[in-house]
């Protein structure tokens, strides 16, 4: 079964770049699931509700004067699978059509099944470093996690709040969470409990994290899977988007 969902997972991303390379923008958005959002350190987060609105915004003539011929993965790799969700890192690079890299961008893909389709929900964009080393990104990253953790196992919601970058997603299976201001998060019921903490793609700006969680509550304890999306903006370090699976069940996010 997991080698199956790996081959799932593996094949939207690959339908995703396929069909950006095909310049359609309907063919495209029919490998994205909706509502849609892509978080990331740079410009506006803007939420597609569906398709006709997310190829309203697609814009191939823009790319295309960069000098751009065609994409390619640099690599991808499947992180955590469930039946309902399936989390993908990968790093697709532009090329002009002297076959020179132009463009570089690592991203986490949130890929769910909706209606019996798969599609990707959600892209966490993470800026290309280069040659730059990333070591204190990473630190405090690490660190800010930990510190929410240890503030939403006491409940403390203006401590968790202010660890946010707004607008902050929660990526579920065919629906978003979006909150737009620190008085209204709830921080995770039950407590969380940091079984492993590694980073997937870390940049200048921002970074890519996997976790392995236990989520514990009066039900007992729940092993989760997890990908979190941490940006800084307006030089405020904070978790922008997370998204949260189960790797047993695969049902609830």
Request: glycine letters at 8%; one cysteine or more; a negative charge.
């Amino acid at each position: 079964m997991t080698d199956d969902l790996e081959k799932i997972g593996l094949a939207a991303v690959d339908r995703f770049i396929e069909t950006w390379n095909s310049r359609d923008a309907e063919a495209w958005a029919a490998s994205l699931n909706f509502p849609h959002v892509r978080p990331g350190p740079f410009g506006a987060i803007v939420v597609a509700k569906d398709a006709a609105e997310y190829v309203s915004r697609v814009d191939f003539d823009r790319v295309v004067a960069t000098g751009w011929d065609h994409s390619e993965w640099d690599y991808r790799q499947v992180v955590h699978t469930s039946i309902a969700k399936i989390h993908v890192v990968g790093q697709w690079s532009r090329y002009n059509k002297a076959g020179e890299k132009i463009l570089t961008n690592p991203v986490t893909y949130i890929v769910t099944r909706v209606d019996g389709g798969w599609g990707i929900q959600s892209r966490f964009s993470a800026d290309d470093p280069g040659e730059e080393d990333t070591t204190s990104m990473e630190s405090r990253v690490f660190k800010l996690i930990e510190t929410f953790v240890t503030h939403s196992n006491t409940s403390n919601q203006a401590a968790c709040a202010e660890l946010l970058n707004y607008p902050h997603f929660g990526i579920g299976t065919g629906s978003l969470t979006e909150t737009n201001e620190a008085a209204a998060f709830s921080p995770p019921a039950g407590r969380i409990a940091i079984d492993s903490l590694m980073s997937l793609q870390s940049g200048r700006k921002s970074m890519n994290a996997a976790m392995d969680i236990t989520l514990s509550n009066d039900a007992g304890d729940r092993p989760m899977r997890a990908v979190v999306n941490v940006t800084e903006r307006d030089e405020h370090l904070g978790i922008q988007a997370w998204s949260l699976l189960d790797p047993n069940a695969g049902e609830q996010e």
